[in-house]
């Protein structure tokens, strides 16, 4: 399995905001990542964060990262149909990134 | 610019045979990550090659190899195929120096989905 964890699936109403969470391992990653992938298509990075911040504000997402607990989370507000997507955090360690199972985001209009 | 372009985009293949797929990264990008992602496993690394040298590899068996040419474009190669390598094939380019340890980004193609029969 991975060690890096995130829920499956994700439902919002259009206009409503996003929360996705992701928990890591390695605590000696220096940034941890947030990919979009559409179907048929490869990985779009989205943001990224350092591991010495505790948020980061991007347009309608925001990273908040609690290094304590090894907990990422991404937000997004406003969240629209074309936001359905799955959606992996990554951390670095090891000189790779190791990624999430991915959560499933579905935007009902 | 153009972006990370794989090819080709579709493959099917029968248990035994061996498959080459080919990575071309974004101009100037030195750095070439290849991943696999399948349903049960996710996302996982196979290896990553800079400046034609193989500088970091996944744990996959001896089966899947890969090398990058002068020009930095990347082949990688499965042999004797089994029903379990079909998989989306992603590679990624990065300008490289440095690695993922620091801020360097790693940008995807859109993959080569690999069918074996």
């Known amino acids: 399995g991975e060690d890096v964890e995130q829920s499956l699936f994700l439902s919002v109403r259009e206009g409503d905001s996003s929360v996705i969470n992701c928990t890591y391992t390695?605590?000696?990653?220096?940034?941890l990542y947030w990919y979009k992938q559409e179907p048929g298509a490869g990985l779009q990075l989205l943001t990224y964060?350092?591991?010495?911040?505790d948020m980061k504000q991007d347009q309608r997402l925001t990273v908040l990262l609690n290094k304590k607990d090894k907990h990422l989370s991404l937000r997004i507000a406003d969240t629209q149909t074309g936001d359905s997507a799955i959606y992996f955090c990554?951390?670095?360690?090891?000189?790779?990134?190791?990624f999430g199972g991915g959560t499933r985001l579905m935007v009902k209009p | 610019k153009a972006g990370v372009t794989q090819t080709p985009r579709y493959l099917i293949k029968t248990r035994g045979q061996q498959v080459t797929l080919s990575c071309s990264p974004i101009s100037g990008h030195r750095s070439v990550s290849w991943y696999q992602q399948t349903p049960g496993q996710g996302l996982q690394f196979l290896f990553e090659y800079f400046s034609e040298t193989q500088r970091n590899k996944g744990n996959f068996p001896g089966r899947f190899s890969g090398r990058q040419f002068s020009n930095s474009r990347s082949e990688m190669n499965v042999s004797t195929l089994e029903l379990g390598d079909s998989a989306l094939y992603l590679c990624?380019?990065?300008?490289?120096?440095?690695?993922?340890?620091?801020?360097?980004?790693?940008?995807f193609g859109s993959g080569t989905q690999l069918s074996v029969l």
């Open positions: 964060i350092f591991s010495n911040m």
């Open positions: 390695d605590s000696s990653s220096t940034y």
């Open positions: 990624a380019s990065s300008s490289g120096p440095r690695g993922v340890t620091t801020n360097e980004k790693l940008f």
């Open positions: 990554a951390e670095n360690a090891g000189n790779m990134l190791t």
